[in-house]
Structure formats: C-alpha cells, structure tokens
C-alpha cells in the first residue's frame, strides 16, 4: 500500500495514485466541447454532460426526467433543458459552463455530488433571470464564498443542508434571506 502512496508536492498530503487517475476520468467527462455545443446547442451538449455523469434531465417538452444516455433524443431533435437532478453524481465545476446558453433552466438539485465545489455555483449567474428553484443537499464541498454567489441570482426556492465547510451558517443564512428577498430560503445545518 505504500508503495502506490506519493506526496504532492502542491498540497503536500499523501495522494494515492489510483484516485489521481479517476479524479482525472471525472475532469473528462466533465469538460466542455466548444465546437459540438456550436454545433448542436447549449441544451443538447448540458443533456450528455448531465446523464455522462451520472444526473438526470428533465426537458421542457417531457413529463418525466430522463436518466439514461441512451434514451437521448436524435441529435437533430431540437428540446431545451427544464431541470436537473443530480444525486452522488459525477459532475464538477468543469462542465458547468454547459448552462450558460439553457435558457429554460428553471430548477437545479445537486445532492451528494462529491465534486461540487464553489466554482460551480459562479456558474448559475448566467441562469439568474430563469434560475427559480435551487436545491444543494450535502455537497460537502461548498463554502461561505460559494453560498454568497447565491446572492445575486432571482429564486423563489432556496434549500441547503448539510454543508459542513461553511463557517457562518447563519450569517450566510441572514444575507441569503436578506438578497433573496422573494425566495423561501430553508437552511440546515
């Protein structure tokens, strides 16, 4: 066991060879192909990228969310992304970039997604005008300054709980309720 255990010179904690490979994995399912999202759309590229990693999608056109990469619909099929579901999924900041072109994207749920860090949710200011309800539930990753990016967005739903990195859970708590003055903000520790 040792053997396979180095020292990252950059974090300087012992980092175990076989996580660094699927840590690497996850960053290419995650990453964002600028040339397929010109030429099939924000909203079909935000679909792979979503059910590749493990989430659900819900279209505006389907009553169910979809939750199998190989139901997709044709790629000359034209349907634009209503919601997200993601639990112990293996998405990250890296694709998020996806959403910026999702103008339909009403409703988000990140549960138990392991690689949901800050950077993320700077990522929901380009949804803000159609962005409504927010769901983060035990993303262990996220912090005071990730909570905060929150602030600017225009939701009638907020949910967070258990999300162990935040410092001032009630001071994030006060100013969440403070901006987000039309928005039923429920926080738990």
Not at 18 to 40: C, H, P, S, T, Y
Request: with cysteine; charged share 30%.
């Amino acid at each position: 066991m040792f053997s396979q255990l180095k020292i990252s010179s950059s974090l300087f904690k012992p980092v175990h060879s076989g996580r660094q490979f699927f840590w690497w994995v996850n960053m290419m399912f995650n990453r964002v192909d600028g040339e397929r999202i010109k030429a099939l759309g924000h909203d079909r590229c935000t679909a792979e990228w979503l059910l590749r990693n493990g989430s659900c999608v819900k279209f505006t056109s389907a009553p169910n969310p979809l939750c199998d990469y190989n139901l997709l619909p044709p790629e000359n099929s034209k349907f634009f992304v209503q919601e997200i579901i993601a639990e112990d999924a293996g998405i990250s900041h890296i694709g998020f970039s996806h959403i910026k072109g999702c103008t339909k994207l009403e409703k988000i749920v990140l549960k138990n997604c392991g690689y949901i860090e800050d950077e993320a949710l700077e990522y929901l200011k380009y949804r803000k005008d159609s962005l409504k309800h927010l769901e983060l539930i035990d993303c262990k990753n996220l912090t005071d300054s990730g909570l905060r990016c929150l602030k600017d967005l225009n939701l009638k739903t907020l949910v967070i709980t258990n999300v162990p990195y935040v410092k001032d859970f009630e001071g994030i708590k006060a100013e969440l309720k403070a901006a987000l003055k039309d928005c039923d903000v429920k926080m738990e520790q």
